[in-house]
């Protein structure tokens, strides 16, 4: 099996599934994400080809894209950190908890996608609560991680992928702005309240400093 598996899925399915999402490319940089689609599914990498660019991007992180949002937020570039937490607290207050976070963590961004999905589908949907979800987790450094993969990997068949879904992403956030009036905040705005926050995080656990004499012997 190669690519032409990949284009039959798509001409069974794919079109279908992307009708159902209610998003049509609206702009040059939709279009541009969907033509680079269907030139990448005319390729014909092999499956292992395609199964290297995954383990590339996904698990062994040698294409320097990490699917980890505390990676691309923390000033150390770490996985596990403040992120993670904040997205677990986020996930349970919609009454949704990671399967097993030891084998990927809260904050990974197929996680982060599932959870979108899981709101949309419920008839309670708080959207200026949605809105800074998008903005300050996974809208605010998708980008980055797109470009990064776009730069490294070895198909195009990712790089394609991973335009689209921030193309769709921004879409979604542009309609829920028109729509609920909340306004798209710049990238600097975001990245200051980000910023802000991660800052907070460091001030609330900075360890105590020794002072002699009032916790015990000094020697």
Known sequence: MT?????????????????????S?????????????????????????LAADYAAIYL???????????VWLSDEHLACERPMFELREIYAAAGWQ????????????????????????TAAVDPEQLANFIDEH??????????????????????ALAELTWV?????????GEIHDLPLPSREQTGEKIRRKLALDKAEVA????????QGPSW
């Open 138 to 159: 996974i809208g605010y450094w998708l980008p980055d991680w797109g470009q990064r993969v776009a730069s490294h990997c070895g198909t195009r068949f990712y790089a």
């Open 98 to 121: 990671v399967g097993d976070w030891r084998s990927r963590f809260d904050d990974h961004l197929v996680l982060q996608l599932q959870y979108l999905r899981r709101v949309l589908a």
């Open 60 to 70: 062994n992180n040698s294409c320097g894209a990490s699917p980890y949002e505390s």
């Open 25 to 49: 490319a609206a702009d040059e940089a939709g279009e541009a994400a969907f033509a680079n689609m269907a030139a990448a599914l005319r390729e014909d990498p092999t499956l292992d080809e």
């Open 207 to 214: 360890p105590i400093r020794f002072m002699p004499g009032v």
């Open 3 to 23: 690519a032409n598996w990949m284009r039959r899925r798509w001409r069974r399915c794919g079109r279908r599934r992307f009708r159902g999402l209610a998003l």
């Open 168 to 176: 769709w992403l921004l879409r979604f956030r542009e309609l829920l």
